[in-house]
């Protein structure tokens, strides 16, 4: 099998070693990719730091037409990455392709907002000592970032760092998950395609314990990091005088009122606390349902959940998959079990085999339970009834995490109640709180993070403003 090379300042490059990708799902061989050298390693970061004076002064057509290129060659080479996703990461083919069909979006807005991008002017002249004076307003990069992404969106999660970086014309260093990094190698060969000048981007896939040294360069004075909750703040810890933002980990609540179309609400939960093997910050983990309602939800949401089709991620009929490895479904299976040990009941699933756990759903969950609160990252859902809506968002905002939540009810008083109240980054009225829009201003609040993505969001969080007061003119 070839090796991949990586990307080194905008060319291919290999180092003295190599590893190996495997599928958790059947334990094929996917793909072998070469590691960085320590003297790689510095020389991408070198080549960042001396190009970033040019890539903050590229024209506005440069970044916006490299940006248009990716998301034309990613929608050209749509199956082939959408098999090397399932291939590295064992999520369904379905969802791989939504996958990439979501790359192509990011880098499209992109393209479209980096030409939307432009300073203001502000009249200053308000008052007497500012006569003949007006500033002009614009944002520059804060200097080149260190993106480190994780291994359960392996191309769209890079595609939200690297491109908002490109569009205010940011170097960009990206260290992907070493499970999962071929998707991040093919991006890398996308962009060196385009005409960004050397230096512009590198994607070095070395392994976790090496993160650190590019953490604490100061040539690298922002840090984009989306991962787990210890290993961010470990981050922020480490670079106190750095930009650092923190996509973290969540535990997302649904709630079902007694308004709610309870069909609807029963099929999206089932779904989306399973979907990408509920390996997502934002999959349904718990379903805090009025009791009124509980006993019909209950019964519909079982049954949704034992229709879903779980097995091999190539089927095109799956829904289901494994999870990235079969030790960290040891510790989902783990998780479940101590639960129950505890007193909860299980409705469905409960059962791991290899690297994939059934479609797990358990109620009478004690609340200092691992499933109850913390993130489960998993194909888990526990269902926990209330007696009223103000119990409901007391409950939601229980949690230590505050990324999205989903409230189902046909009610707008309570849709802008939620809003006001819930403590979390996004309100999703009508739907699960797994709903993304990657356009959308998209993060969280408490231990799920600081900083928010989505294109324009992130452009605006890599830029500081720069005004320019221009005196003596006749306004």
């Given amino acids: 099998m070839d090796v991949r090379s990586f990307w080194l300042a905008g060319r291919p490059a290999t180092g003295d070693r190599e590893l190996t990708v495997t599928n958790s799902h059947d334990g094929r061989v996917v793909g072998t990719y070469s590691v960085p050298t320590d003297a790689q390693v510095e020389e991408a970061v070198a080549a960042a ?21 990716v998301a034309k060659r990613l929608a050209e080479r749509h199956e082939e990455i ?27 807005f992109a393209a479209e907002e980096t030409r939307r991008w432009s300073g203001g002017v502000q009249r200053l002249d308000t008052e007497p000592a500012a006569a003949g004076r007006l500033a002009y307003v614009s944002r520059q990069p804060k200097g080149p970032v260190l993106a480190i992404t ?10 939200h760092k690297v491109a908002p970086a490109i569009a205010v014309g940011a170097p960009v260093i990206v260290k992907p998950a070493p499970a999962t990094p071929l ?22 896939p070395v392994e976790n314990e090496r993160a650190s040294a590019l953490v604490q360069d100061p040539r690298l004075p922002v840090v984009s990091f989306t991962g787990s909750g210890p290993v961010g703040y470990a981050i922020m810890d480490q670079v106190p005088r750095k930009h650092v933002t923190l996509e973290l980990g969540g535990n997302a609540a649904a709630v079902v009122l007694a308004d709610a179309d309870l069909d609807w609400a029963a099929s999206r939960v089932a779904l989306f606390s399973n979907y990408q093997a509920g390996q997502s910050c934002i999959a349904v983990q718990r379903v805090i349902v009025e009791e009124s309602v509980r006993a019909a939800f209950e019964e519909k949401l079982v049954e949704a959940v034992a229709g879903l089709v779980t097995g091999d991620p190539l089927d ?9 490895s079969e030790a960290a479904a040891e510790r989902v299976a783990a998780w479940v079990d101590e639960a129950v040990a505890s ?14 756990v059934a479609p797990t759903v358990l109620t009478d969950v004690p609340a200092d339970a691992k499933v109850s609160c913390e993130e489960v990252f998993g194909p888990v859902m526990i269902v926990k009834p209330v007696a009223s809506v103000d119990e409901a968002f007391a409950e939601v905002n229980s949690s230590k995490y505050g990324l999205q939540a989903g409230v189902f009810t046909r009610s707008l008083d309570v849709a802008f109640r939620a809003n006001r109240e819930l403590e979390v980054g996004g309100v ?17 609040v408490k231990e799920s993070g600081v900083g928010r993505e989505g294109v324009h969001s992130a452009m ?12 003596g003119l006749s306004l």
């Fill in 460 to 471: 605006e969080d890599l830029t500081y403003e720069k005004v320019m007061v221009l005196t």
């Fill in 49 to 69: 730091a001396a190009v970033q004076k040019e890539a903050a002064a590229l024209p506005v057509h440069v970044r916006a037409e490299a940006l248009a290129h």
């Fill in 82 to 108: 959408a098999q090397l996703i399932t291939g590295e990461n064992g999520k369904p083919i379905f969802w791989a392709r939504g996958e990439v069909n979501r790359a192509i979006s990011t880098f499209r």
């Fill in 428 to 444: 999703i009225i009508g739907d699960v709180p797994s709903y993304r829009a990657d356009q959308m201003p998209y993060g969280g």
């Fill in 150 to 159: 994780p291994f359960n969106f392996p191309l769209n999660l890079v595609a």
């Fill in 316 to 324: 095109e009929k799956t829904q289901v998959g494994p999870l990235v």
């Fill in 343 to 356: 007193g909860a009941r299980v409705l469905a699933g409960g059962t791991r085999d290899g690297a994939t």
């Fill in 183 to 204: 998707s991040s190698l093919v991006l890398g060969e996308i962009l060196a395609e385009t005409d960004l000048p050397a230096g512009m981007f590198s994607v070095l």
